[in-house]
């Protein structure tokens, strides 16, 4: 890779004498040196309000259109198709609540998935609770799928939009996703995928896999946070959240974050040449770390689908220890990671996604992902290996139950 790694924290910390491998880049990336540039340069020399007449503004607005071909480009869109937001949670909410309330009818019916991330969940639980939609939850198999005879069997005259991840933000399964779009448009209902986790690591075109909304964020494709967007095909009806001026074609009110559209067409740009670069880099880096740590750790499984699943993406749960312990000792040597969601990583529940998948409450708790980025090193998967299954056995040294597991089950201390 011909990319600069790490960033400036982890460059402090290595010069201190700190080794760091930074395994959380589903939760976020570091940002690339040439989205750095572009966002200080919109900041302090290239500043105007593109809702400004004069050369400033035009020069503004100039750089958001340019921006907003990029991330089009990205997902096959057109460049009028595309809204900048402030991130993927508030592209989310708007599809849903958008389309649900544009909808005109009396009890729209939503069909979503137990496994998308809570901004999604979450956005449909409140849409209950105000008595705007009602919502069906689609299962998922042992490996995080969903059937797309599930989704057909779901949709009803009331059903007003689809909503399933294109890829899983924890566990990092891809859905099936060209066939659920085909269910849709066969059934005359919107579709929208969450593609945060998906966008700019594997290939998407809106048209090829009939998706009508698609919600995306910058600051996982090594682009600033606070700015995302969302696709929105032509002619679909979905009303705006925010009010108060004519920005965005109307969809979405508010001084447009220059510095971050433009970071973020930086970005997308940036992955649109390098998005099979990436994927050579990151696939057998991924498969050598499951394999590595599988191989050492007893009582370990790979949660997911084996083999569709994003670039990046390793989920691995350890019986008779909780994923808490595990990343306080892998930050301790200097390795991060996480347990799931960052969105949810305070909360003392196991992983809804794995929950849903089948795993045991117990099992479920501990769960570690660790997630790689275009920066890692064989170095690093090396590190971590090395690691991580001494960790393991310190903490299972503590556990009772594990101890007559092994017994139990031979010397091997294989399921």
């Known amino acids: 890779m011909t990319e600069k790694t790490a960033g400036q924290g982890a460059a402090h910390e ?9 395994l959380d880049h589903a939760a976020t990336t570091p940002v690339r040196p040439e989205v750095a540039e572009a966002v200080t340069r919109h900041m302090l020399s290239e500043y105007g309000n593109p809702s400004s007449v004069h050369s400033l503004g035009r020069a503004a607005a100039a750089a958001v259109e340019e921006a907003r071909e990029r991330v089009a480009r990205l997902m096959g869109a057109r460049v009028e198709e595309v809204v900048f937001l402030s991130g993927g949670t508030e592209a989310d909410n708007m599809a849903i609540r958008g389309v649900v309330t544009a909808s005109g009818k009396s009890r729209p019916h939503v069909v979503t998935t137990k496994i998308e991330h809570h901004a999604v969940l ?112 032509k002619g679909m009806n979905v009303r705006p959240l925010v009010f108060g001026g004519g920005h965005e074609r109307r969809r979405r009110a508010g001084t447009t974050n220059v510095p971050g559209v433009v970071g ?19 696939v057998p880096l991924r498969d050598t770390l499951v394999r590595g740590v ?25 019986e008779y220890v909780e ?20 969105c949810t990583s305070g909360s003392l529940e196991p992983s809804h996604v794995l929950l ?22 064989a170095a690093d998967i090396e590190y971590v290996i090395e690691t991580l299954p001494p960790i393991i056995e310190r903490l299972r040294a503590m556990s009772p139950l594990y101890a007559a597991a092994v017994a139990q089950r031979g010397r091997a201390g294989r399921p």
């Open 14 to 22: 290595a010069a201190a004498g700190r080794r760091r491998v930074y």
């Open 122 to 233: 979450h956005t449909c639980e409140e849409l209950e609770r105000e008595g705007l939609a009602e919502v069906t939850y689609l299962p998922v198999d042992g490996t995080g799928l969903v059937d797309p005879g599930d989704v057909a069997r779901a949709i009803r005259p009331e059903t007003v939009l689809v909503s399933v991840m294109f890829a899983n933000n924890e566990v990092g399964t891809i859905q099936p996703v060209k066939e659920i779009g085909r269910v849709c448009r066969e059934k005359a209902v919107p579709f929208h995928t969450d593609a945060v986790q998906a966008y700019g690591a594997v290939p998407i075109d809106v048209d090829e896999f009939g998706i009508d909304l698609l919600s995306v964020s910058a600051h996982k494709v090594y682009g600033p946070k606070g700015v995302g967007a969302l696709f929105i095909r």
């Open 264 to 282: 973020f067409g930086v970005a997308a740009d940036l992955a649109a040449r390098e998005i099979e670069e990436r994927a050579a880099h990151l």
């Open 294 to 318: 599988l191989e050492r750790v007893p009582f370990a499984r790979l949660n997911g689908h084996p083999t569709r699943r994003l670039p990046n993406n390793v989920n691995l749960s350890f």
């Open 323 to 342: 994923g808490e312990s595990i990343l306080l000792s892998l930050d301790m040597k200097g390795i991060a990671a996480s347990s799931g969601s960052a």
């Open 356 to 377: 849903a998948m089948g795993l045991p409450h117990e099992v479920a708790h501990g769960s570690v992902r660790m997630t790689l980025g275009t920066g890692t090193t």
